[in-house]
């Protein structure tokens, strides 16, 4: 099993442009998230999934999108990126409880807004 | 505003020592207490967690001491070693799915 894949790992933009991060889990997880990760901030969460077709917001919404169309995808959406979306983004997968609670989370997409 | 609170937010102990991490919370329907492991240029992962109906749980080196009165808990690492160097997460959830992380801390365990 692969776990969480996020590609890319590196990703510079330039201030307006859009761009898809995206997030696979082979864990058949209903459970997925997208967290930023900045310094002295810890991981804020920005949107998450119970399920396919099921989304919703998190502490850090604006400026992103999200949709779930299958169990294993939830791709992050920057419609217009800004440089305070300069972040680690960390996509993370998680049973319901009863399977395990345990977030297993993807390496990480470091993304530079210019 | 962060839900959790986490202190310090670096440390720095000799091999063999104890490295200790608080956290704090306010919302008294938090019912998951995790705490994750990061290294340079990884993702988390999950190190240790507790549920409110214990106070203590230990795995290995590693001990989560929780106090529920005070909404606090803390990671106490025994025996500190380099390989231990890394950025500690407190988070907290009342559901499967919303973890709240605290700041995180980074830890440096020196030789």
């Known amino acids: 099993n692969a776990g969480v894949t996020q590609t890319p790992k590196f990703q510079v933009l330039k201030t307006g442009q859009s761009m898809t991060l995206q997030c696979a889990q082979d864990m058949n997880h209903e459970y997925m998230s997208w967290y930023r990760q900045d310094p002295g901030m810890g991981l804020r969460l920005i949107h998450y999934?119970?399920?396919?077709?099921?989304?919703d917001q998190g502490e850090v919404p604006n400026g992103y999108n999200v949709s779930r169309s299958t169990t294993e995808d939830f791709p992050l959406r920057l419609l217009s990126a800004a440089p305070s979306q300069t972040s680690v983004y960390f996509c993370a997968s998680r049973q319901p409880r009863g399977g395990g609670t345990e977030a297993f989370f993807g390496q990480g997409t470091r993304l530079t807004v210019v | 505003q962060q839900q959790v609170k986490q202190s310090p937010q670096s440390l720095i102990v000799q091999k063999g020592g104890i490295s200790i991490i608080n956290c704090a919370y306010e919302?008294?329907?938090?019912?998951?207490f995790p705490w994750y492991q990061q290294f340079p240029g990884k993702g988390p992962a999950l190190l240790i967690a507790i549920r409110p109906d214990v106070s203590e749980k230990k795995e290995g080196r590693f001990t989560i001491s929780f106090n529920k009165s005070a909404k606090q808990f803390s990671l106490h690492i025994m025996d500190s070693q380099p390989g231990d160097s890394a950025t500690y997460f407190c988070a907290a959830s009342f559901n499967d799915y919303k973890l709240s992380f605290g700041a995180g801390t980074t830890v440096t365990v020196r030789a």
């Open positions: 919302n008294t329907a938090f019912d998951y």
């Open positions: 999934s119970v399920g396919a077709g099921i989304t």
